[in-house]
């Protein structure tokens, strides 16, 4: 079980953290991204880290102002949010892939996700 929070109102050029936790075990068998959905678009991916928190991949629009990591011991990962722009505002999901030993990009390849956290970002 996934379980986003740390999402909020926050004015544009601020910072948010979201912190994603997991129940289980297994959690640093996952890697872990964060995708996001406004209403009427797909989900996309925002970023990810793999299992060990070495390998990081972001979307082109969040590269230098976004950082996700982990905490193996406490079966969190992190999304570190700064320079936050208005269209950043989104539902932010946490997913968990435990197939695959390389991140992926697309949603429907993820096996596990968090409930959703808003991020409302204001000009």
């Known amino acids: 079980q996934l379980q986003a929070y740390g999402g909020g109102l926050m004015q544009a050029g601020g910072s948010l953290r979201l912190s994603c936790a997991a129940s289980?075990?297994?959690?640093?068998?996952?890697?872990m991204a964060w995708f996001r959905q406004v209403p009427g678009k797909e989900r996309e991916f925002v970023a990810a880290?793999?299992?060990?928190?070495?390998?990081?991949l972001y979307a082109d629009f969040v590269k230098g102002r976004f950082t996700c990591s982990r905490d193996n011991a406490k079966n969190t990962v992190f999304l570190q949010m700064n320079s936050l722009k208005p269209e950043d505002t989104a539902v932010y999901f946490c997913?968990?892939?435990?197939?695959?030993?390389?991140?992926?990009?697309?949603?429907?390849?993820?096996?596990?996700w968090g409930q959703g956290t808003l991020v409302t970002v204001s000009s």
């Open positions: 997913a968990a892939d435990g197939i695959r030993e390389s991140i992926v990009t697309k949603h429907d390849e993820y096996d596990y």
């Open positions: 289980g075990r297994a959690f640093s068998f996952y890697i």
């Open positions: 880290v793999d299992t060990d928190g070495v390998t990081t």
